[in-house]
């Protein structure tokens, strides 16, 4: 069984220090939604992260990141055959568990749309089995209580320069263990250290900074071979 963690997710509702900023009104004005309704995004919300000294900032607002990671995960095979289950870990210590026979809108803004609900409470009569959300709920707790991988490895350009067919012949040796890989869930920077420190391997698959879902498609790609 493989576990994904999209770490430190760059999704969460605007933060109350941001509300009152007037870039911030403006964009709730225009699309004619409270701001404790929209989700972060820091092509609208930029100035607003910048100037109210936002923490972490560059690391925040990129909700569709999350979007694209959800959409080629769910669409593996191996995610198909029951074989993956994901989870979402937010900058702002949400957890959201996503069911296996979760269908992610392809569309992004009826994504945004159920993302919302979730966050703001309004789903659990919808789907309360296929997408859920817990508050407070760090990294650490999510590794150590609810997944309780036998390996939990990382990908980052940090990390070691290995071929995924090595990663995988080295460290995958029984299809009855839990595998975890973690998947980095932001736009620039790197993982928290109280993240990294967690790793029992941190890996690099390429001399290039690859974006997020291209990492996790050649991952599960992969897995889907070895076994």
Same mark, same amino acid.
């Given at each position: 069984? $493989?576990?994904?963690?999209?770490?430190?997710?760059?999704?969460?509702?605007?933060?109350?220090?941001?509300?009152?900023?007037?870039?911030?009104?403006? +964009?709730?004005?225009?699309?004619?939604?409270?701001?404790?309704?929209?989700?972060?995004?820091?092509? $609208?919300? +930029?100035?607003?992260?910048?100037?109210?000294?936002? %923490?972490?900032?560059?690391?925040?607002?990129?909700?569709?990141?999350? +979007?694209?990671?959800?959409?080629?995960?769910?669409?593996?095979?191996?995610?198909?055959?029951?074989?993956?289950?994901? /989870?979402?870990?937010?900058?702002?210590?949400?957890?959201?568990?996503?069911?296996?026979?979760?269908?992610?809108?392809?569309? /992004? *803004?009826? *994504?945004?749309?159920?993302?919302?609900?979730?966050?703001?409470?309004?789903?659990?009569?919808?789907?309360?089995?296929?997408?859920?959300?817990?508050?407070?709920?760090?990294?650490?707790?999510?590794?150590?209580?609810?997944?309780?991988?036998?390996?939990?490895?990382?990908?980052?350009?940090?990390?070691?320069?290995?071929?995924?067919?090595?990663?995988?012949?080295?460290?995958?040796?029984?299809?009855?263990?839990? $595998?975890?890989?973690?998947?980095?869930? *932001? %736009?620039?920077?790197?993982?928290?250290?109280?993240?990294?420190?967690? *790793?029992?391997?941190?890996?690099?698959?390429?001399?290039?900074?690859?974006?997020?879902?291209?990492?996790?498609?050649?991952?599960? /790609?992969?897995?889907?071979? /070895?076994?």
């Amino acid at each position: 069984m $493989y576990s994904l963690v999209i770490a430190e997710a760059a999704i969460e509702i605007i933060p109350p220090i941001l509300r009152n900023h007037p870039s911030v009104k403006n +964009h709730s004005k225009r699309v004619g939604r409270n701001s404790n309704e929209l989700l972060l995004d820091i092509s $609208y919300h +930029h100035k607003a992260m910048v100037e109210q000294n936002l %923490q972490e900032w560059w690391k925040r607002g990129r909700p569709d990141i999350v +979007h694209f990671d959800l959409l080629e995960a769910l669409s593996t095979p191996l995610s198909m055959q029951k074989k993956l289950q994901v /989870y979402v870990s937010t900058f702002d210590n949400k957890l959201i568990t996503i069911n296996q026979n979760l269908r992610i809108p392809k569309n /992004y *803004f009826r *994504f945004e749309g159920l993302i919302t609900s979730i966050f703001r409470g309004h789903n659990k009569k919808n789907s309360p089995k296929l997408i859920e959300l817990k508050e407070n709920v760090g990294f650490n707790d999510l590794i150590e209580k609810i997944i309780r991988p036998d390996l939990l490895i990382g990908f980052s350009i940090q990390g070691t320069k290995t071929k995924i067919k090595d990663i995988l012949v080295h460290n995958i040796t029984n299809d009855s263990r839990n $595998y975890c890989f973690v998947i980095g869930g *932001f %736009q620039r920077g790197h993982f928290s250290e109280r993240i990294s420190r967690t *790793f029992n391997n941190l890996f690099s698959i390429s001399p290039y900074s690859l974006e997020s879902h291209v990492v996790i498609a050649r991952v599960l /790609y992969e897995c889907e071979n /070895y076994a």
